[in-house]
């Protein structure tokens, strides 16, 4: 009989050990989004101001914080541009928020020029009004098709200047001849 009870209380001090062994911690991740100020490379510290207008909030950035763009290909942190949008998740409150994912929406300007021209003065007023805002699909592929166009525009120039410098090369060689 005492060896059942002593049995009995081993296990259940044993299933007491092993309900505390494998107790889980809950942590709360909490996306918030917002645009990138600025980033403190010797405090690993990125500067975001949140849309809801609050005070710029700073998030610690660690070798564990994924940071990539929408398409999920990643981004140094240092190649992000002041104003881009951010979706930041993380841990932590108050002073000490800890990034475990950004997701990088680049900045981008919308340009409209508006003109004024009062009739009594004959003075004209230009006013440009930018607004940032997610390009789209249609926009990044124009931007794309155009980059290209002033890339094959710029080796056409080089290859033009070559020619001429090679034709100046040889008739210096002709007249010495």
Same mark, same amino acid.
């Given at each position: ?10 296990? $259940? ?17 909490? !996306? ?24 710029? +909030? ?7 914080? !994924? ?23 993380? !841990? ?71 020619? $001429? +410098? ?12």
């Amino acid at each position: 009989m005492k060896m059942t009870t002593l049995g009995a209380a081993l296990l $259940a001090v044993g299933c007491f050990w092993s309900s505390q062994a494998f107790a889980q911690a809950t942590t709360t991740v909490t !996306t918030t989004n917002g645009a990138f100020t600025e980033y403190v490379p010797g405090s690993e510290t990125m500067v975001v101001r949140s849309e809801t207008g609050a005070s710029p +909030l700073r998030y610690s950035v660690t070798k564990q914080t !994924t940071i990539v763009d929408e398409t999920g290909a990643p981004v140094a942190v240092e190649r992000i541009s002041p104003g881009s949008q951010l979706s930041i998740q993380y !841990t932590g409150s108050g002073d000490r928020l800890v990034a475990s994912r950004v997701v990088v929406r680049p900045a981008t300007k919308a340009t409209t020029t508006v003109t004024n021209v009062p009739a009594v003065t004959g003075e004209q007023t230009n006013t440009t009004t930018t607004t940032t805002r997610p390009m789209t699909h249609d926009e990044k592929h124009a931007l794309k098709e155009e980059r290209e166009h002033q890339k094959k525009a710029a080796k056409e120039e080089i290859e033009h200047r070559k020619d $001429a +410098l090679d034709k100046a090369k040889d008739k210096l060689d002709d007249d010495e001849d």
